[in-house]
């Protein structure tokens, strides 16, 4: 590509008019939007240079009122994943439907109207960040800059005061919706967007919230992840029913109880607990997880989180899920200490891919044949190069978007059976955020007996879907 046809590079976006279910029109704009950077040499600005295309998707109602009419900017995690999870399992106008843990559909699966659509109550913007999706960066341009936490949001927040300047609606009240390592950037993005443009947001949704990476690094310097991962474990144990049939909130409220009390003594006591405190320790644990009290003696109490998932239904010559707990597999070798697949993960990859691949195209009119990145490596390694003197957090950044921003609200949701951003951890970040009481006071707590992706779980996902479009209104579900 030469020079000049680089610099004419253009957004490829494509538009078409739909109706929700309730008889409202709609209309969806997919396609890449072209992010640019000011070129200055010598002190003299040479113009706008492409750097990359982002691929959006966004929903507006027709004939909304642009100052009162929120707006969501959703994304979801990895690093390395698109935006299909959010878009097409809970909040979009269209859904996977491809059954559940234990009744999973057979391809191709299905695609029907999402009638609890968060379109209801907000207009929604869906971002692939660069190397996923369809989005890339510009013929000529390196990846690295965008596979890392600081050129991720700048990126991130870029495509976002695009599309909120273009379409007039600085006025709107708008949200971020992240989940996973989404919920990272979310934070991030609070802090950043407020702080480089002056955009302040009127909420933020953290769905399967990691804040603070300390609360999930398993290692012989840190007792603090295996102590907020046993309630998780707790949940496992009893959905596989190795808590027989005592009510789930009854085990987690003794998990909860002895992981932040008795077990995190033990842990921290280490070679100094005596004989009988040790043992004690150890029935207590095996009981909670779900495990042999043998196992646990030979761990050291310390139940790292993949070995979990591997031994916990041993007997059965089964593993369960990481991303959700309620979901189990088989691996070629039972005695094995680390799975090599998370079952979770196979049960969604294909539904959501077909989905996103057929909707895409057939639906919304977008035709591209690059592969659509679902979730992809190649953002790999990612750079955390901001916090090579600390541990990965940014509770600190959301804690100065809201005490610089006092109206902010934050929406935090947990699946109890989530073996990749536990409920518990999320409790205790959340309790050592730095700020004042009365702004804590803005912050909610949702809970979903399903996992990571909460919504694939058809009570959780009616539920939630309640739960966000109340938080959205600024009501109480």
């Not at 494509?14 to 640019?36: E, F, K, N």
């Not at 240079?49 to 027709?62: G, M, N, Q, S």
């Not at 878009?87 to 491809?98: A, E, F, I, S, Y």
Request: charged share 20%; aromatic share 10%.
């Amino acid at each position: 590509m030469s020079e000049d046809s680089k610099q004419a590079l253009a957004d490829n976006l494509v538009t078409t008019s739909h109706t929700l279910p309730s008889g409202q029109s709609y209309t969806a704009t997919t396609g890449t939007m072209v992010l640019r950077e000011e070129v200055v040499a010598d002190g003299k600005f040479e113009g706008l240079r492409p750097k990359a295309e982002v691929f959006v998707t966004a929903y507006t109602l027709d004939g909304a009122e642009p100052l009162s009419r929120p707006v969501t900017f959703a994304f979801n995690g990895g690093p390395g994943s698109s935006s299909v999870w959010l878009h097409l399992g809970v909040l979009g106008p269209r859904r996977v439907v491809m059954g559940d843990a234990g009744a999973l559909l057979p391809p191709p699966y299905g695609l029907v109207d999402n009638e609890e659509s968060l379109l209801q109550v907000s207009d929604l913007v869906f971002i692939d960040p660069v190397s996923t999706g369809y989005s890339r960066v510009a013929e000529g341009e390196k990846t690295e800059p965008y596979h890392g936490f600081a050129g991720d949001l700048e990126s991130v927040g870029e495509v976002i005061r695009l599309w909120t300047t273009r379409n007039g609606r600085w006025m709107s009240p708008k949200f971020l919706a992240g989940e996973s390592y989404g919920t990272v950037r979310a934070a991030g993005l609070a802090d950043h967007l407020q702080s480089r443009y002056g955009m302040y947001f009127n909420g933020v949704i953290l769905i399967s919230s990691v804040l603070d990476y300390i609360t999930g690094e398993f290692n012989d310097g840190n007792d603090l992840a295996y102590a907020l991962y046993l309630p998780t474990y707790a949940a496992i144990a009893h959905h596989h029913g190795l808590h027989g049939d005592r009510p789930l909130a009854e085990v987690l409220r003794e998990a909860e109880e002895y992981a932040s009390g008795d077990y995190l003594w033990a842990l921290t006591r280490g070679n100094r607990l005596s004989a009988e405190e040790r043992a004690a320790a150890v029935t207590r644990v095996a009981s909670l997880a779900g495990l042999s009290e043998d196992y646990v003696d030979r761990v050291n109490l310390r139940i790292e989180h993949i070995r979990y998932f591997t031994e916990v239904l041993r007997p059965r010559r089964q593993v369960v899920g990481r991303l959700d707990g309620r979901f189990t597999g088989w691996d070629p070798d039972s005695g094995r200490e680390h799975f090599t697949a998370d079952p979770s993960m196979d049960a969604i990859m294909g539904p959501y891919s077909a989905a996103l691949n057929h909707y895409l195209r057939t639906e919304l009119g977008y035709a591209n044949d690059l592969p659509y990145e679902i979730l992809t490596s190649r953002v790999q390694p990612w750079s955390y190069k901001e916090f090579e003197n600390a541990h990965v957090q940014v509770a600190s950044k959301l804690g100065a978007a809201m005490r610089a921003n006092p109206h902010l609200r934050v929406h935090v949701a947990c699946g109890y059976h989530d073996g990749a951003t536990p409920y518990f951890a999320a409790e205790h970040t959340f309790a050592h955020l730095p700020v004042p009481a009365e702004l804590a006071a803005r912050i909610e707590f949702r809970y979903y007996e399903a996992g990571h992706m909460m919504y694939v779980h058809e009570p959780s996902r009616l539920a939630q879907s309640a739960h966000l479009a109340a938080f959205v209104l600024g009501e109480q579900a």
